[in-house]
């Protein structure tokens, strides 16, 4: 079976595994959400298993075929049962990191244990996928082939991962670490049919992980000042359908209110 784009293409049939999923209202949801309502079969990982259930619960009322796996993207056992699940469903055809918090700090107050926390969150959890998905992702792919839109891997990248704010270290180092290696699975893998991307992520997300927090914030920054999440989800779905001759290694997001 194939599945069609909105792109008058066609993609071979295959599942999604997104590490890094809380609430119904996050962008690891949102990506779900987005490629389950076109046939994706959808894995959903993330640690806290009562959110994961209940975003489950939400995707499944909206038609989506998703299995949640509670786990931790950065122990490498529980990345190979994220993967493991979703070649259950259907050959593994994207893999996307979205996992890892930020806990801003004064750098003389960060501990060391939390600065490594950081870096196991984002570097060392997007190695864990990388290294669990990728012999998934190659198996499916001939670049001697007509081209399909066939293998995605792609990281959840942030401001950081570009600059670093004032006590904001951790994040930025660990955010850092996570581009390069996007970068470097690019220039080894793309040549073997698997597009690896970063997508980074420049502004306030609405989401519940900011609003939260923030609850006055949308109304602060004004119609379409922080990032939706469908938008975003938007963007994972084109990386994945873009043609191979023309296949963007990283892509930034930002509101077009967002001064930088």
Do not use: C
């Not at 990191?97 to 570097?123: K, T, Y």
């Not at 290294?131 to 891997?153: N, T």
């Amino acid at each position: 079976m194939a599945v069609s784009s909105e792109h008058g293409s066609t993609a071979l049939e295959g599942s999604i595994v997104v590490a890094g999923v809380g609430s119904i209202n996050g962008v690891g949801a949102a990506i779900a959400r987005r490629f389950g309502r076109e046939g994706y079969p959808v894995v959903i990982a993330g640690r806290n298993s009562e959110k994961l259930l209940a975003t489950s619960d939400a995707l499944k009322g909206a038609g989506v075929h998703v299995r949640a796996v509670p786990g931790d993207v950065s122990q490498l056992e529980d990345v190979k049962r994220f993967v493991a699940e979703a070649e259950k469903l259907a050959p593994l055809a994207i893999a996307v990191h979205n996992a890892g918090s930020n806990r801003p700090s004064p750098f003389l107050e960060i501990p060391e244990g939390d600065f490594e926390m950081h870096w196991r969150e984002h570097a060392l959890g997007a190695y864990h996928l990388a290294r669990a998905a990728l012999p998934a992702l190659l198996a499916r792919q001939d670049p001697s082939l007509p081209f399909v839109h066939g293998a995605s891997l792609f990281f959840t990248g942030a401001s950081g991962s570009l600059r670093g704010k004032a006590k904001f270290a951790p994040f930025a180092a660990a955010k850092g670490a996570l581009r390069n290696l996007s970068q470097s699975l690019a220039r080894e893998f793309g040549s073997l049919g698997v597009h690896v991307a970063h997508v980074v992520i420049d502004g306030g997300i609405a989401g519940e992980r900011l609003l939260s927090r923030l609850p006055d914030l949308a109304e602060q920054r004004g119609p379409d000042g922080l990032l939706n999440i469908d938008a975003i989800a938007e963007a994972y779905w084109a990386l994945h359908h873009q043609h191979r001759s023309a296949w963007s290694q990283e892509l930034d997001l930002r509101p077009w209110s967002e001064t930088f």
